[in-house]
């Protein structure tokens, strides 16, 4: 590089080093972590932990920046060759760039979905950033090493071809996922249960990325779902929904049961419980009816299907105490005691014959001459 154009990149370059830029993007900072303040209260806490982490990161970005920006100004006021200025300059510049992509990161986090609870998927904000990152190092180039970007996309034509067939896996999982933000089937901390084929996977929604959706199951397991299979399967969700989901429970009373005894005991015990909802109110039917019991089944509506078993476990808990205490047990098997019965009543009988036929073999062996 010739030493006349050295000195031109080098005024550039400390041309965009302003103070009132760097000023700028501390007051963006700023009102980043004021709306964080008004917004917290409202999220949930796997939120708050991923807002505390950007935070973090945000933190740690800005006095990366800060520092090499005083470093800068003290090299240029030693008078420090321009080279060395100038590189220092174009460092403060990336390290600029890079805190204010970080506070574009936090204003997607929070205040374009500020009425989402749970938070963002990370694919829409790592696509905010991969946009906002090509668009500022674009401006970067275009600034200091007057570098005409258009061109330059225009020749990186055929490689972005051949780089595509090489990905098509890994960008038809992009492209699902991005299919799955519009269409919006779910959000995050839902619980929603995919099916696809023969499968079926249910759980909470923990986060949507590039290529997978990861999902927290019902056993406390995390599981990575292609986004290709969530978007081809069938996706139920149970959390945004207006009406509760339908658990139910059956008994099987004895026959000689009062049943509204029994109906008063379940549906009082569905009212002991916290997570089954009043309204809809809980249905105890009679569904079936046989020689041996009647079949009760209790319809309960809830809300939170990730405390389903729990609040099913309550349930049970609440209902055969009550019924204990109201004199009325469930139905065992009447057939299988008849049949014991029915043998036992046969044994004697089988015996007695037994032994009148053995005496008469006896008497007749004793009456036959030797």
Do not use: C
């Amino acid at each position: 590089m010739s030493t006349t154009t050295e000195p031109a990149i080098v005024a550039r370059i400390l041309g965009l080093m302003q103070w009132q830029v760097g000023l700028a993007v501390v007051l963006l900072a700023l009102v980043a972590w004021l709306l964080d303040v008004a917004l917290r209260p409202r999220w949930s806490p796997s939120r708050r932990r991923i807002m505390s982490a950007q935070f973090e990161k945000l933190r740690d970005t800005g006095v990366v920046s800060l520092g090499v920006w005083f470093m800068t100004e003290g090299l240029r006021r030693l008078s420090s060759p321009p080279w060395l200025s100038g590189a220092f300059g174009l460092l403060v510049l990336v390290a600029w760039m890079v805190f204010g992509l970080r506070i574009g990161r936090v204003f997607v986090f929070e205040w374009l979905f500020a009425s989402t609870r749970e938070g963002v998927p990370l694919l829409l904000v790592d696509l905010f950033t991969l946009a906002a990152s090509l668009f500022g190092f674009g401006a970067l180039l275009h600034g200091v090493f007057l570098v005409e970007v258009t061109s330059l996309l225009a020749t990186s034509a055929l490689a972005s071809v051949v780089l595509g067939l090489a990905m098509q896996d890994t960008l038809g999982h992009l492209f699902a996922g991005i299919s799955l933000q519009l269409d919006r089937p779910f959000r995050l901390g839902d619980w929603v249960e995919v099916r696809s084929g023969s499968e079926k996977i249910s759980g909470q929604v923990l986060e949507v990325s590039w290529r997978a959706t990861l999902v927290l199951s019902l056993t406390e397991e995390l599981v990575t779902i292609p986004n290709k299979t969530v978007a081809q399967g069938t996706i139920s969700n149970f959390s945004g929904r207006e009406r509760p989901f339908v658990r139910s429970h059956v008994f099987r009373i004895p026959l000689d049961a009062d049943l509204d005894v029994v109906r008063d005991a379940l549906l009082e015990a569905a009212r002991s419980v916290e997570g089954i909802v009043a309204d809809p109110a809980p249905l105890p039917l009679v569904i079936e009816t046989t020689e041996s019991w009647i079949a009760v089944k209790m319809v309960n509506f809830l809300t939170d299907y990730g405390q389903q078993f729990t609040i099913g476990d309550a349930f049970h808990s609440s209902a055969l105490r009550l019924l204990r205490e109201r004199g009325i047990k469930l139905a065992t098997a009447r057939l299988l005691v008849e049949r014991e019965r029915t043998e036992q009543a046969a044994l004697p009988a089988t015996t007695s014959k037994s032994s009148t036929r053995a005496a008469a073999v006896s008497a007749h062996s004793k009456s036959s001459p030797p």
